[in-house]
């Protein structure tokens, strides 16, 4: 069975940085699209960021772009979202999820089937 385990997460100031992991487990590692979301009470799940791991190629929602960087780490099944610059709207439950295809431009559009438990970031002013 597919597992992907968040870390990570946290409590920050504003401007300060933080790295998420994402690891997987289960299955032989494959190409694919390996995303992260996040989602604040009351508002839509957003799409942040994604990698596609058989190429590298990344994408990243216009909120974050300069701020956040997603990389992978093969060896360990392991995937990355490093975030900088934190603001207090950063603040949301982040989830790393998987699917095995490639991503394109509207990876956060994709049926993602196989989901983290989620890591917390709070970022105060």
């Known amino acids: 069975q597919v597992q992907l385990v968040e870390s990570g997460g946290g409590s920050v100031q504003a401007g300060e940085s933080l790295r998420l992991s994402c690891a997987a487990s289960?299955?032989?590692?494959?190409?694919?699209?390996m995303g992260w979301f996040r989602q604040a009470p009351g508002k839509e799940r957003e799409g942040v960021a994604a990698?596609?791991?058989?190429?590298?190629?990344?994408y990243y929602a216009d909120s974050v772009r300069g701020r956040f960087t997603v990389s992978q780490e093969n060896v360990k099944n392991t995937v990355y979202l490093q975030m900088n610059s934190l603001k207090p709207d950063d603040t949301a439950m982040y989830y790393c999820?998987?699917?095995?295809?490639?991503?394109?431009?509207?990876?956060?559009?994709?049926?993602?089937?196989?989901w983290g438990q989620g890591t917390q970031v709070t970022v105060s002013s």
């Open positions: 999820a998987a699917v095995s295809d490639g991503c394109g431009s509207l990876w956060y559009r994709k049926n993602f089937p196989y």
């Open positions: 289960g299955y032989t590692y494959i190409k694919r699209c």
């Open positions: 990698i596609y791991t058989g190429s590298g190629d990344t």
